[in-house]
């Protein structure tokens, strides 16, 4: 039983710490808001100086008092009461007729004033001018009765502000509360607050640089979009960028920000302030991006993405990053804070160029998915992403005991059984070896100890190179009640068909189901076509069926603005899994998914298809869908029926460090010299068999080094 302190912007830091000091004492279980929440007036944001809200007491308003007197305390107290007893009572599953269901109390604390021994009590007023007082006020105060589980929650999620995306959310009436929609009315509700972690990173801002990290899920860009929010009310001055590589997120921030701002401050947020840039931007004035920026503002060279591919094919954002640092003479400040989502698919060059863009706060906020691809951690350290000095000492290194790192361990999107089959494909766990009858891995981490850091625990043999280990994902990073709305068979289906036209029929007859009887809206359905190269040509047939079945459908960034995903809320989204990231849906379909059981030649490639479909299945907030046609598609279901037989639990032999770069080597990413250096030796070894199968080789017609060299090579 313990009381968790967030440590928010406050004006009054000498009684904030003394305060922090007494609460933390105390036999309770709840949260303590340090400048926190704000609430909207007529006059402005109203920020209250501390709150507490716990399951013993109900809440408690703190008014701090730092002045050498103590005031007209009693309609500070007042203000702050009224102001959120108000916000409170907009919430009717709050009230019980016309009374609140949750208790408000409210005492000053003024520890500078503690030799004084006049105004210590007005009636109804307490004023406490030690820490002591203060523990006997509150451990007076009786213990509260009623629903107190679900008051208690639904009062955080209001105070902590996220009961502002729910309603917008608003499912209206839902005639079968066991339908998917009913069930996922139910899903949002239990996810409707913040988790302790979740609430520091939002709310706990530091002077440099602050990360923020955790797996996909997470909660990463809503929490970026309530800090940018927070802190443009605290500070309207200053100047305030959010940035990321997605231009489909654009739209996303934008609204988030919007309903953060205005439940805080009835206002719509600053633009001129608070601006959303791509983080490259482009020749288009409309289209701007941090990059471009530093560029114009430093008078340097702008590379668009055709001019930078001078610097090689995958070089392009980083090498001209880095080109504009090294022309850069001076850095000029253009932010206060600058804060950037999806870090993890951004260049280190790119983060340095937004770090020597800040004044001398250097408030940086950058966070990212703990997994780029799946065979290894996304982002260097801070130490080696912002280097050193003209002394060799590191620009940023992050303080282990500070919340310069906070760390997401909960998974709010995913269920187990989801998260857990996109990690098993992904590394392809149960993938059958071609050559032997037994599993052949297709990536791994390097270092075994991150599997822990992403939410699994050791079931079984060990995480040591070499090993057998059985992993299974926890309650505390995967939530049981993710998964436990629906039956197994529901929460993830692995469809095979004949061709692609069943797999079309399939898909638009499910779709139709979904909006006409299991109450899903538009907006909760994506269809992803996990290969980006292929997705305009292998939805175009499925979108038509669509059209003729009078459902509206559009393909995002194709047939929409790049910088829109959701078009309207009557229009299903198609897309390729790039511009899928950073978004999610109750029901995920991924079509053509026998396209990521194995690559055309061989090993080439096979780790990128792989992070494809790992990444399409975790944009799932429930129900996953993965179809697809011929063989390859029977094999990637045969890896996941043999995942679930194991109760999906993840077994396998560690690699060792030399097979993890083997691994890396037969399955690395294939430029177009490979894949074509590779069909053409394919092409003869194919030519060569099919002789010494008809007899018109024969072996002894070959060199003999050449086939005793290729015994050796090819024992088995």
């Known amino acids: 039983m313990s009381i968790e302190v967030i440590q928010g912007i406050t004006k009054k830091p000498a009684v904030s710490g003394a305060l922090v000091d007494c609460i933390s004492s105390l036999p309770m279980h709840g949260l303590f808001f340090i400048g926190h929440p704000v609430i909207p007036t007529s006059e402005g944001p109203h920020t209250i100086d501390a709150l507490l809200i716990c399951e013993e007491k109900g809440i408690v308003v703190f008014d701090l008092i730092e002045e050498s007197n103590e005031g007209d305390y009693p309609s500070r107290l007042d203000d702050s009461v009224n102001r959120l007893e108000s916000l409170l009572k ?38 406490a001018f030690t820490q002591e007082a203060l523990k006997q006020y509150l451990t007076a105060i009786e213990a509260w009765s009623g629903d107190v589980e679900h008051v208690y929650r639904k009062s955080l999620s209001v105070v902590q502000n996220v009961s502002s995306i729910r309603k917008n959310r608003n499912r209206g009436r839902i005639n079968d509360p066991e339908s998917k929609g009913g069930i996922m009315k139910r899903l949002e509700d239990s996810i409707a607050t913040l988790d302790i972690q979740q609430n520091r990173a939002v709310i706990e801002t530091v002077q440099g640089v602050q990360h923020i990290r955790g797996l996909a899920g997470s ?5 970026l979009a309530l800090k940018a929010a927070y802190l443009h009310i605290q500070h309207p001055d200053w100047r305030i960028a959010i940035t990321f590589r997605t231009r489909s997120l654009y739209q996303h921030f934008h609204h988030l920000i919007t309903k953060f701002t205005l439940a805080q401050a009835h206002i719509e947020p600053d633009w001129s302030q608070l601006t959303i840039l791509n983080a490259w931007g482009a020749s288009d004035l409309s289209r701007n991006g941090i990059y471009r920026k530093f560029c114009q503002v430093h008078d340097l060279k702008y590379y668009d993405f055709n001019a930078a591919k001078r610097f090689g094919a995958g070089k392009e954002f980083s090498s001209a990053c880095a080109q504009a640092l090294s022309d850069c003479r001076e850095f000029k400040s253009l932010y206060d804070v600058i804060l950037i989502d999806e870090a993890q698919d951004l260049p280190p060059e790119f983060l340095r160029i937004c770090y020597h863009l800040l004044d001398e706060k250097k408030m940086l906020i950058y966070a990212y998915d ?16 912002f280097g050193t000095d003209i ?20 998974c709010y999107r995913n269920s187990r059984p989801v998260i857990s089959t996109a990690h098993s494909l992904g590394f392809g766990i149960y993938r059958k070896s071609t050559y032997k009858d037994r599993f052949q891995l297709v990536q791994m981490f390097e270092d075994p100890r ?5 939410g699994y625990d050791i079931k079984g043999g060990s995480l040591l190179p070499g090993s057998g280990v059985i ?4 309650e505390d990073s995967s ?18 068909f004949d061709d692609a036209e069943k797999q079309t029929q399939w898909l638009a007859e499910e779709i139709a189901n979904n909006l006409e009887n299991d109450e899903l809206r538009y907006e909760d359905i994506i269809v992803i076509n996990p290969d980006p190269l292929t997705t305009r ?14 459902i509206n459908n559009h393909l995002a960034g194709i047939t929409t603005s790049p910088d829109i995903f959701v078009q309207s809320q009557d229009s299903i989204v198609f897309t390729g899994v790039h511009r899928a990231k950073g978004n999610e849906a109750s029901m995920v379909y991924i079509i053509n998914a026998h396209e990521c059981y194995s690559g055309p030649y061989v090993g080439l490639n096979l780790a990128k298809i792989r992070n494809q479909l790992f990444t399409a299945m975790t944009r799932s907030k429930a129900w996953v869908r993965v179809l697809g046609v011929g063989d390859g598609m029977k094999e990637l279901k045969k890896e996941y029926d043999h995942l679930q037989s194991k109760n999906f639990q993840l077994e396998f032999d560690y690699p060792t460090k030399e097979e993890i770069k083997h691994l890396r080597v037969i399955h690395r990413d294939a430029c177009s010299e490979d894949i074509e250096r590779f069909a053409s030796n394919g092409n003869y070894l194919t030519k060569l068999v099919e002789n010494l199968e008809s007899g018109s080789i024969q072996k002894e017609d070959l060199d003999e080094n050449l086939v005793t060299k290729l015994r050796t090579l090819l024992p088995e």
């Open 471 to 474: 992993l299974s994902r926890t």
């Open 479 to 496: 939530p049981t009640f993710l998964e436990d709305h629906s039956h197994i068979e529901d929460l993830i289906q692995f469809m095979y």
């Open 450 to 454: 991150f599997w822990k850091d992403i």
């Open 370 to 385: 703990e997994l780029q691809n799946l065979s290894h951690k996304s982002l260097p350290s801070p130490e080696q992403i």
């Open 219 to 223: 909660g990463k860009t809503v929490i």
């Open 537 to 550: 040509k292998n939805v175009g047939h499925v979108r038509s069926y669509l059209l003729d079945l009078g």
């Open 391 to 410: 002394n060799g000492a590191p620009l940023v290194a992050l303080d282990p005991s500070s919340n310069q790192d906070i760390v997401l361990k909960k």
């Open 90 to 127: 907009t919430h009717r599953d709050l009230m019980a007729r016309r009374k609140l269901r949750i208790p408000i109390h409210a005492i000053s604390f003024a520890p500078r004033l503690s030799e004084r021994n006049s105004h210590e009590n007005q009636d109804g007023y307490p004023i």
